[in-house]
T-cell receptor, first 113, second 115 residues
Framework: EAQVTQNPRYLITVTGKKLTVTCSQN?????MSWYRQDPGLGLRQIYY???????DKGDVPEGYKVSRKEKRNFPLILESPSPNQTSLYFC????????????FGPGTRLTVT | AQSVTQLGSHVSVSEGALVLLRCNYS??????LFWYVQYPNQGLQLLLK??????LVKGINGFEAEFKKSETSFHLTKPSAHMSDAAEYFC?????????????FGTGTRLTIIP
């Protein structure tokens, strides 16, 4: 089954404790991205990747890191999480940057205390 | 810079009634326009998209939207609401000379269906 998977689905952590949210797709997609969803703000792009080893900042990159060493994986790293990073995070992928149908993962709900 | 405005963060309609969700955009170049749906506890799913050609586009689950350049609008409609349509709907815009990296989402409209 074609899908985007994220792990973990739920995470409660404390300020400053490094964490990684994994994202994997099995559709051989070139383009992958991370969004955060906050009430009243919709989805905002954190980082995106057009292909392996090609990543760039989205609209809200502060406090996040990403890497794209393999085509299928695009982990989101929070080196020192803070409470303002409490949010619902979505990973998405598409065939290419010009293929506008993005496939979204199920989401990761992160709480930072 | 492009932007999207969705009028009404919450919309309630009776089962069988017309669904109308409003979206207005601003873009300095011809836009590409999208509607995504998010069911509870799930990721977003593409409902329909407009890139070029026919301005009335049909999507999944009986939804359609019309691109009106003069009104800078891309409203989503469905003639008869079904209970399964209850979800959050997001309008999004991308400028035609960019790809997904420039996709801007609206703040969403939560649709409630009244039995």
């Amino acid at each position: 089954e074609a899908q985007v998977t994220q792990n973990p689905r739920y995470l409660i952590t404390v300020t400053g404790k490094k964490l990684t949210v994994t994202c994997s797709q099995n559709m051989n997609h070139e383009y992958m991205s991370w969004y955060r969803q906050d009430p009243g703000l919709g989805l905002r792009q954190i980082y995106y990747s057009m292909n392996v080893e090609v990543t760039d900042k989205g609209d809200v990159p502060e406090g996040y890191k990403v890497s794209r060493k393999e085509k299928r994986n695009f982990p989101l790293i929070l080196e020192s999480p803070s409470p303002n990073q409490t949010s619902l995070y979505f990973c998405a992928s598409s065939l290419s940057r010009f293929s506008y149908e993005q496939y979204f993962g199920p989401g990761t709900r992160l709480t930072v205390t | 810079a492009q932007s999207v405005t969705q009028l009404g963060s919450h919309v309630s309609v009776s089962e069988g009634a017309l669904v109308l969700l409003r979206c207005n955009y601003s873009s300095s170049v011809p836009p590409y326009l999208f509607w995504y749906v998010q069911y509870p506890n799930q990721g977003l799913q593409l409902l329909l998209k407009y890139t070029t050609g026919a301005t009335l586009v049909k999507g999944i689950n009986g939804f359609e939207a019309e691109f009106k350049k003069s009104e800078t609008s891309f409203h989503l409609t469905k003639p008869s609401a079904h209970m399964s349509d209850a979800a959050e709907y997001f309008c999004a815009v991308s400028e035609s000379n960019f790809g997904n990296e420039k996709l801007t989402f609206g703040t969403g409209t939560r649709l409630t269906i009244i039995p």
